[in-house]
């Protein structure tokens, strides 16, 4: 087990606390660039989309888990941000000043949204927000002549520099992946500079913060102005992608999967977004292959231990149709949200901590080290 | 003047429909501080049983209306159990994490069984108006009316003349100084979520001829009976019908006066203005703690 000794300040704020992270995620991120070489373009499309969900969960992730303020919204500053650069494109503006365009006006709709949230805690709040997104949507299916309602808007193909870039190119993906590097990099410096101290600062404990000194009200519009900006650059990538936009596209439904992102990977560190992402978007792949396959596997696997061919073909056609099921997918979905929340509050990034403590630590390692303490309900009301 | 007099009443009917989903999540949160973001789903379960009963199996409309209340209150009592029981006390966004869980799963496993189609009840209401002048009511809306004002006045009693109603608002207030003064806290709650399915129920099943039932009716309705609790004042009972009538009046009188588009968000727009001026809502209870 490695032991790091800090004596000051800069040690315990350093990017990589030792070597062995700049080997991992030096190997990751080579892995990463030589993927679109080596994977199908089945994948390569999936891989841009966890590339999407994830810029959009490390904003939550600052809004959420850092400044702990809960928004049901974020839907909505990715809709605007790609609506804007769906709008300005018609316009012939270069790809790189609608990108800034698009976080700039969100980061504003961000700042004004977050005004009136300051007075809101809780279930205040997660209302608000949701009352936002919903009057977005309608906006957005109403204000015909900027973004032709319900019809939808068509986007462009991607041109950067004058070179045209498809959305299935993997040119397209270095850049996803590129804008993903640097608002991971740009928020883990964020975080340790004095304005993320106090984003935590807030989360922990609003008096206490503001006793010490922290301009709450500033702080807590910055993390929304902040959080929405970086939503509304991952808004111009999925236009993109998508290649068509229209309002529902971007309902409650959205918001929610983007909640779940940080939920299932973790809402205390940014590799929480990133792996919830991957989660999210792979599910999708990974219930289309148990439907195809599952039922011819476990068919084999009854066959195997003694089943003549009529049973095991009763179980394959019945495993078939149970796959085929309507809704099984929101099932599943509404399983893991309750087992996440019940069993791995920490999320996978969680899980990962502990496994890697316990082959540390390995005979020693405590369960309890990880656990909840169990606090009773008290009002809000009078808090 | 009349068609004013019109939406206004067909504003009220409509507002106590939210009113009576809004009272099961005021139940929950006025005694565990839960926000339960599946009691729409659980609404929709309810229509569900009360079509078994009375559609599939025939019985009585009353009988069938009784049973599915029961089985209701069993279900909200074994989704206590299993859901919130064991999180109960970690912070509010893991359970309302974990209620949203509940209702994508509720809602699936009811499209699974019962299908996708819109689904009735034959109910005593379904047929007639009441005329009252020129104006015009239907039967199940005034169905509605009445027994929301019902339960509520109900509710309001029980929270706040009895025994257990005390001990609800006791266990929410603090949970461990009501440990200590021997109430049984685990029982209130299962109790408190049993009494919130089953008033679900009841809106559910009077709903039935109005909006039919089928699986997502829970998710469109909570979406608009959840404003109403927020407006109301999310710990108040009379505030959870209050705040429906008001969204349901808005929501028609928009609608009615205003160009298409401003009804679906009128009552949002509404809600946010009421949330800027008064952050807990209208009779939101609320005392700043002196530090």
């Known amino acids: 087990m490695r032991f790091l000794f800090k004596t000051d ?375 | 003047m009349l068609d004013f007099v019109q939406q206004l009443v067909s504003g009220v009917a409509l507002g106590c429909v939210y009113g009576l989903i809004a009272l099961g999540f005021v139940l929950v949160y006025k005694a565990t501080e839960v926000v339960n973001f599946a009691q729409g789903d659980l609404m929709m379960l309810g229509g569900f049983f009360a079509f078994t009963f009375i559609g599939m199996m025939g019985l009585n409309y009353w009988i069938g209306f009784a049973g599915a209340v029961a089985a209701m209150a069993l279900f909200g009592m074994l989704a206590e159990r299993v859901v919130v029981r064991p999180i109960l006390g970690y912070p509010q966004f893991s359970i309302i994490m974990a209620t949203i869980g509940l209702g994508y799963f509720l809602r699936s496993i009811a499209g699974m069984i019962w299908g996708t189609d819109d689904l009735k009840i034959e109910t005593p209401f379904s047929q007639g108006v009441l005329r009252m002048g020129s104006l015009v009511l239907a039967y199940d809306k005034l169905s509605v009316i009445a027994a929301t004002m019902i339960l509520c006045t109900l509710l309001w009693l029980f929270f706040n003349k009895t025994t257990l109603g005390t001990a609800m608002r006791a266990s929410s207030e603090n949970m461990l100084a009501a440990y200590y003064m021997g109430i049984p806290v685990k029982r209130v709650v299962s109790v408190v979520w049993a009494i919130s399915a089953a008033v679900a129920t009841c809106a559910g099943v009077l709903l039935a001829p109005i909006t039919f039932i089928h699986s997502n009716v829970g998710l469109v309705l909570g979406l608009k009976a959840f404003p109403a609790a927020v407006l109301g004042g999310f710990g108040s009972i009379p505030g959870a019908v209050v705040g429906g009538v008001l969204i349901g009046v808005i929501e028609s009188m928009a609608g009615f006066y205003l160009p298409e588009g401003w009804k679906d968000v009128a009552p949002y727009l509404v809600l946010l203005t009421v949330l800027l001026l008064k952050p807990e809502g209208l009779f939101g209870l609320h005392v700043r703690k002196k530090v």
């Open chain 1, 9 to 383: 300040y800069e040690d315990d704020i350093k990017l990589f606390p030792h070597s062995g992270y700049l080997v991992t995620y030096g190997v990751l991120l080579a892995l990463l660039l030589i993927a679109p070489h080596v994977l199908s373009s089945y994948l390569m499309s999936q891989l841009v989309f966890v590339c999407i969900y994830a810029i959009v969960g490390v904003a939550l992730l600052i809004l959420t888990g850092f400044t702990g303020q809960a928004s049901l919204g974020h839907a909505a500053f990715l809709a605007i941000g790609a609506y804007t650069a769906a709008y300005l494109q018609k316009y012939n503006v270069p790809f790189p000043v609608y990108f800034l365009a698009a976080g700039a006006l969100t980061g504003l709709i961000g700042a004004l949204v977050g005004f009136p949230a300051l007075r809101l805690t809780g279930i205040y709040l997660v209302i608000a927000t949701i009352s936002f997104a919903l009057i977005v949507e309608e906006i957005l299916a109403r204000w015909e002549s900027v973004t032709h309602g319900n019809e939808g808007m068509r986007v462009k193909t991607l041109s950067l520099l004058g070179v045209t870039v498809p959305r299935d190119s993997p040119t397209f993906y270095y850049l996803c992946l590129a804008v993903l590097v640097l608002t991971i990099v740009g928020t883990l410096n964020l975080l340790r500079s004095p304005t993320g101290r106090a984003f935590v600062a807030i989360r922990d404990s609003e008096t206490a913060a503001r006793s010490m000194g922290v301009n709450v009200a500033l702080y807590k519009v910055k993390s929304f102005a902040i959080s929405a900006a970086i939503t509304g650059f991952a808004g111009v990538l999925f236009a993109h992608k998508l290649s068509f936009i229209s309002p529902e596209m971007f309902t409650l439904q959205l918001s929610i999967e983007f909640i779940i992102v940080i939920l299932i990977g973790g809402t205390f560190s940014l590799h929480g977004a990133v792996l919830g992402a991957i989660f999210i978007v792979m599910i999708d792949p990974f219930l289309t292959y148990l439907k195809d396959d599952m039922p011819g596997i476990i068919a084999g696997i009854a066959a195997t231990f003694g089943a003549g061919p009529a049973t095991a073909g009763s179980i394959q056609s019945s495993v078939a149709a149970f796959a085929s099921l309507n809704g099984l997918k929101g099932a599943i979905y509404g399983i893991i949200i309750v087992l996440f929340v019940l069993f791995e509050p920490l999320g996978l990034y969680g899980r990962w901590l502990k496994i890697k403590l316990f082959f540390q630590l390995f005979p020693l390692y405590k369960r309890a080290t990880f656990k909840r303490q169990k606090i009773y309900v008290k009002s809000e009301r009078n808090r």
